[in-house]
């Protein structure tokens, strides 16, 4: 018999976001984690400075200039991936993205992140979490609709989804 997994988030200081790093490095792939920058496919120098940058904007809050926060999703312990939710122009709706590395993935650790970041959510008074991913992304697609959301196929073949939460 398998043992449940204890998923929780963690707020992203200094040392963790070095070891969120050294995770994306090891157990993602670059495209997983930041956008296309500099040369080549693999992690570089641009896409570490970025990621830096990114969790460092996203340090905060909801109401902090970037109106983003991103969390390290810890494994038993262990940080597994990040997470975050960030306004959108409709100040009621945030968007949220989730990356894991490999060794996690398929294991129950993203639904579990999101159930909680959609927790995050409501507390914060928000009325809908939207996301995108691709249409091949399957995993994303049943973590999402399993959270309720409302997948919708675009014509740019990419996967919309929305979770509308009760208060």
Known sequence: MSRSLEVRLADV????????????QDDALPDEV??????????????????RAYHRAAAGGLNGPSQEKSWAVLCDGTPAGSIRLKRTADLNTAETG?????????????????????AEAR??????VVARTTAGNIGAQRIL????????????????AAVVLPH
């Open 145 to 160: 609709g399993g959270a309720g959301a409302l997948l919708t196929h675009d014509d740019d073949g990419a996967v919309s």
């Open 13 to 24: 200081d200094e040392p963790m976001l070095e070891t969120l790093l050294h995770l994306a």
């Open 123 to 128: 507390s914060a008074g928000l009325l809908q």
């Open 34 to 51: 930041t956008p296309p920058l500099g040369s080549g496919s693999g992690w570089n120098l641009e896409r570490s400075q970025w990621f």
């Open 98 to 118: 989730i990356w894991l590395g490999r060794s996690f993935r398929g294991r129950g650790v993203g639904t579990a992140a999101l159930k909680l970041v959609l």
